[in-house]
């Protein structure tokens, strides 16, 4: 599998915009869509797990250009809805239904990591997409990863199949030991697999950084977006089909575009001050969540797990914020941190596999 052109960044529609809670804003996709396409820019990342994001790429992309003028990739998924082993193969047919096409050019099975990969063999999956393959309903089989070295080479052992792997890659995770984007890089270069970037932004942290990141950035005085270093920075890595960005509006689709549509790889200065947001990062003391969401739906006692970290991660990083009354916003009507009854779901669903447990307890003092 080879890059289909230069143009390096990939429209990611898992935080696509929306109107109110739950109804996404496709008028403003089709806007988002056109001018990602008009730039040359090709690559869509959907999944059945994005609730309303098939359906919308069918109306902002599908139904308004030609089938051979963009990619699409959706991905299979086992977790966290606890689907059998039915119900996760005639995914792919609600799948071509939503985005109304009859391929998709990249099919990935899901979110593979520890507490789930084996499922994924005891329901014969990895056979199943490769005859998907065959069929030619899918043209390329892939899988996004988020767990250790170990598991990625024994994955890539045995399914010698597979073509493309996406990673969780960013700066700030380079050599995060529970995330080891720099380590899995390494492996999926070895074994010669292309490699789609998600998560450049990590959720959207790295473009509104904390603090002294944003001191490092500003002092460059180059102009450019917070965000323009974590996605360069991804892009900048070898073996990279594609850096998917999630982006939410028509602001940061521009923005996106602004330095990706001529892409330039980040300079050896430009480097060199990524490596010190590194170690501004590794001193501070925030909580890494990504906002996926994984961990909400199975949590029995219906705590708004990353709102509740992000009201956590606000408070240590601006003196100004307005703590108690963001708690309140962010719990109305649903479980308080106190409210834990420490099942641990929740760290079996975080593709951070972070000790969510004991972070929700200090979260605790926020109330
Ligand atoms: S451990 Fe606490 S936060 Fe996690 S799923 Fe259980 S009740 Fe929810
Ligand atoms: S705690 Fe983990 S699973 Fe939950 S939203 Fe954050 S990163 Fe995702």
């Not at 098939?54 to 689907?83: C, F, H, N, W």
């Not at 995914?91 to 109304?100: D, F």
């Not at 507490?115 to 309903?137: H, R």
């Not at 708690?327 to 479980?335: C, E, L, Q």
């Amino acid at each position: 599998m080879k890059m289909e052109n230069n143009k390096k960044l990939g429209f990611g529609l898992m935080r696509l915009p929306q109107l109110e809670e739950g109804r996404i804003d496709v008028e403003q996709v089709k806007e988002m869509v056109d001018l990602f396409m008009a730039s040359g820019h090709t690559y869509f990342d959907t999944a059945f797990a994005y609730p309303g994001s098939e359906e919308a790429i069918k109306e902002a992309l599908v139904k308004r250009y030609p089938r051979d003028s963009y990619t699409l990739a959706t991905k299979l998924m086992v977790q966290p809805t606890g689907v059998d082993e039915e119900q996760a193969k005639a995914e792919i047919k609600t799948s071509l239904e939503r985005a109304g096409v009859e391929y998709f050019d990249y099919y990935l099975v899901h979110a593979v990591q520890r507490s789930n990969y084996k499922k994924y063999e005891e329901y014969g999956i990895w056979d199943y997409v490769k005859e998907l393959k065959a069929k030619g309903i899918v043209k390329h089989i892939g899988f996004s990863f988020h767990a250790d070295p170990e598991l990625l080479k024994e994955l890539l052992d045995k399914h010698s199949e597979v073509e493309f792997v996406q990673l969780q890659l960013n700066y700030a995770d380079w050599d995060n030991p529970g995330v080891q984007s720099k380590n899995n890089l390494e492996i999926c270069k070895a074994y010669g697999k292309m490699v789609t970037v998600m998560e450049p932004v990590k959720g959207g942290i790295l473009a509104d950084p904390i603090d002294t990141v944003k001191a490092i950035f500003d002092e460059e005085q180059n102009g450019m977006s917070y965000s323009s270093w974590a996605i360069r920075f991804a892009a900048s890595q070898d073996n990279i089909l594609v850096v998917l960005s999630g982006m939410s509006n028509v602001e940061q689709m521009k923005d996106n575009l602004s330095y990706m549509t001529d892409f330039k790889p980040l300079s050896e200065h430009e480097m060199e001050v990524i490596k010190k947001a590194q170690k501004a990062i590794a001193e501070n003391k925030a909580i890494p969540c990504t906002g996926c969401r994984y961990c909400v739906e199975g949590c029995p006692m219906n705590i708004p797990i990353p709102d509740i970290f992000a009201v956590e991660n606000r408070k240590a990083g601006s003196p100004k914020f307005r703590t108690q009354r963001e708690y309140s916003i962010v719990t109305a009507g649903k479980g308080k941190a106190s409210f834990c009854i420490q099942c641990g779901q929740c760290e079996d669903a975080c593709p951070q596999h972070l000790p969510v447990v004991e972070l929700i307890d200090r979260c605790r003092e926020l109330e």
